[in-house]
């Protein structure tokens, strides 16, 4: 259940939803309303030891022809990946979701908030498909709808709201896009989220940047040359954000407590650490990690710059990559002239990501080819239209989308 927008006067009004009893959702029945994702994936699923997995996958793939395109983000499997037609970050898979149009189907093999941009940016005729509800991001959970609201309300009591421009990065979900659309504000990448920040500090006092406190506080630091002391954090789950009015109008950037659980594992300790193991290696880490762990690293930037700075060091170069291990496991097969290991020593996948598996890849393309669309993905078109707004601010910036070092 979405908010109520009141688009004619600019306010903002929400109806908070009814909660699923814990018990239910512990059960996997119901949905959860304080978080973007469903924890409910109904249907009749081939079991995992199917040994025509891949066949079953293969066939309803070529029966499905155009009608289909199947967009894997870089941190999922390598049995989906192996049925992608494009591969990428959120950011490219919307744009290539935006450019198909003659695909009636867009099968989603990655998050909720990605499937919810593809809905957003496609044309109404198209229908987006996440094969497993479940598969959400803790990041974009960590930002609901009436936690956004209640801290904007916050900052409008405080009489700061007006001074304040947000900025959210994609990882959210499409209500707090709308609401960035609806308050003056833009979304970011990893790739643009300084640009998106220097765009904003043009007309602003200061920012509210959702939902990722690491990559604000990075680029904000880094490379705006703000201080570690301009930035706060602000804690939806305390009064007013854990904040005062003088601490919060003295800021300049104004840091939701959120994080990625899967960069957040990463520890100065760990970089260390593969220093030592493996010596002169060169460490890249994706701006989600700890301000400590990229002050700690020789690269960061995103995703894409991650692949094609691996990709384009000559043989015998060694990458310690401080980012989300199906992709990092891919880098290493891929570049086998090259030494490519992973930064921490224990497993560190997505695992809302990994849900997405086979099963539920099979499922989902002969659930269309018998004329059933399952698991469908779509915004309302309230909120579409404000987070839509948000996204052509982005993509209006010089450079929007390109893959640099954040
Ligand atoms: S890697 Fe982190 S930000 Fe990306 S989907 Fe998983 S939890 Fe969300």
Redesign the pocket.
């Given at each position: 259940m979405h908010r109520q927008w009141d688009t004619v006067g600019m306010a903002q009004s929400f109806v908070e939803p009814e909660k699923t009893p814990l018990a239910l959702l512990l059960l996997g029945k119901g949905a959860d309303p304080d978080s973007e994702r469903g924890v409910e994936c109904p249907g009749d699923l081939p079991v995992a030891s199917d040994p025509d997995l891949v066949s079953r996958a293969a066939i309803a793939k070529a029966a499905l022809g155009e009608r289909v395109f199947v967009l894997g983000?870089h941190?999922q499997r390598d049995e989906v990946i192996a049925f992608a037609d494009v591969t990428g970050d959120?950011f490219k898979l919307a744009q290539q979701a935006a450019d198909r149009g003659q695909a009636e189907f867009i099968i989603f093999c990655?998050?909720h908030?990605?499937a919810e941009s593809a809905d957003i940016l496609t044309d109404a005729r198209q229908q987006v498909i996440l094969p497993d509800l479940a598969a959400?991001?803790?990041?974009?959970d960590m930002a609901a709808a009436y936690q956004v609201d209640a801290a904007w309300q916050t900052l409008t009591r405080w009489d700061l709201a007006d001074s304040t421009i947000p900025i959210t990065y994609m990882?959210s979900s499409a209500d707090i896009k709308a609401f960035t659309g609806q308050n003056h504000g833009s979304i970011c990448t990893s790739s643009n989220a300084r640009r998106s920040l220097e765009w904003a500090f043009e007309s602003g006092e200061r920012v509210l940047f959702l939902p990722?406190e690491h990559l604000g506080r990075n680029t904000a630091v880094r490379d705006l040359g703000l201080s570690l002391n301009d930035c706060v954090v602000f804690d939806p789950h305390r009064p007013d954000g854990g904040l005062t009015r003088e601490v919060a109008q003295a800021a300049r950037m104004l840091l939701w407590k959120g994080h990625?659980?899967?960069?957040?594992r990463f520890t100065p300790e760990s970089v260390d650490d593969v220093r030592q193991r493996v010596p002169g290696i060169t460490v890249i880490v994706h701006p989600?990690c700890r301000y400590d762990v990229v002050e700690r690293a020789d690269l960061v930037g995103s995703t894409e710059f991650i692949i094609s700075t691996i990709n384009a060091a000559p043989p015998g170069s060694a990458f310690a990559v401080g980012?989300?291990l199906n992709l990092v496991r891919r880098l290493a097969a891929g570049n086998p002239d090259k030494t490519v290991v992973f930064v921490d020593k224990t497993v560190c996948f997505?695992?809302?990501?990994n849900r997405i598996d086979l099963p539920h890849l099979v499922w989902a393309m002969e659930s269309l080819v018998d004329g059933r669309v399952v698991n469908q993905i779509s915004v309302d078109p309230d909120t579409a239209r404000w987070a839509k707004v948000a996204l052509d601010r982005m993509l209006a910036l010089p450079g929007a989308g390109a893959a640099t070092p954040s």
């Open positions: 983000h941190y959120s990655g998050v908030f990605m959400g991001c803790s990041m974009a990882n990722d990625c659980s899967v960069h957040g989600e980012t989300e997505c695992a809302t990501m």
